[in-house]
């Protein structure tokens, strides 16, 4: 059991936004729902890849923000294509990796290697790993030779 579990905050759209995420990870399961005497969707608890988040149909009060995130640590190239074109559709790009799903949620989406490549002992490596990923949208690090040496 997760001792602590995220709650966001959204303004309506919970039942669509859980059942977009079950699409998107293959992982993924919601847990329980809750309604409003009218229907609609109060809140919900879902698992994505083991992580328990609950979700709370609060209104328009605290909207979504990127100071919230949700990282996808992704293990080769295909992987941050396709979390990167799922989570994006209907949202936005922003850079570094990140992105606004359709619902207003920001998520990062990495690629493993770029943390190895980052954290290289050699500071001028790392630095130019930093460099070149400031300048992206999508993060390309996961393919050989997209990032400097």
Same mark, same amino acid.
């Given at each position: 059991?997760?001792?602590?579990?995220?709650?966001?905050? *959204?303004n309506g759209k919970v #039942?669509? #936004?859980?059942?977009?995420? =079950?699409?998107? *990870?293959?992982? #993924?399961e919601v847990l329980h729902k809750s309604y409003y005497p009218e229907g609609e969707v109060l809140t919900a608890s879902m698992k994505?890849?083991?992580?328990?988040?609950? *979700?709370?149909? +609060?209104?328009p009060k605290f909207p979504l923000t990127p100071a919230i995130s949700?990282?996808?640590? =992704?293990k080769n190239q295909e992987e941050v294509d396709y979390y990167w074109n799922a989570l994006t559709a209907g +949202?936005?790009?922003?850079? =570094? +990796?990140?992105?606004?799903?359709?619902?207003g949620l920001s998520w990062q989406i990495i690629p493993? #290697?770029?943390?190895?490549?980052?954290?290289?002992?050699?500071?001028n490596k790392s630095q130019k790993v930093m460099m070149a990923m400031l300048k992206m949208k999508k993060n390309y690090c996961s393919r050989p030779g997209s990032c400097p040496k």
């Amino acid at each position: 059991m997760h001792i602590v579990t995220p709650v966001l905050w *959204f303004n309506g759209k919970v #039942a669509e #936004a859980i059942e977009f995420y =079950c699409s998107v *990870f293959k992982n #993924a399961e919601v847990l329980h729902k809750s309604y409003y005497p009218e229907g609609e969707v109060l809140t919900a608890s879902m698992k994505i890849e083991g992580q328990k988040i609950n *979700f709370l149909n +609060g209104g328009p009060k605290f909207p979504l923000t990127p100071a919230i995130s949700f990282m996808v640590n =992704c293990k080769n190239q295909e992987e941050v294509d396709y979390y990167w074109n799922a989570l994006t559709a209907g +949202g936005e790009e922003s850079m =570094c +990796g990140w992105l606004v799903d359709k619902f207003g949620l920001s998520w990062q989406i990495i690629p493993d #290697a770029l943390g190895k490549l980052m954290s290289d002992p050699d500071r001028n490596k790392s630095q130019k790993v930093m460099m070149a990923m400031l300048k992206m949208k999508k993060n390309y690090c996961s393919r050989p030779g997209s990032c400097p040496k």
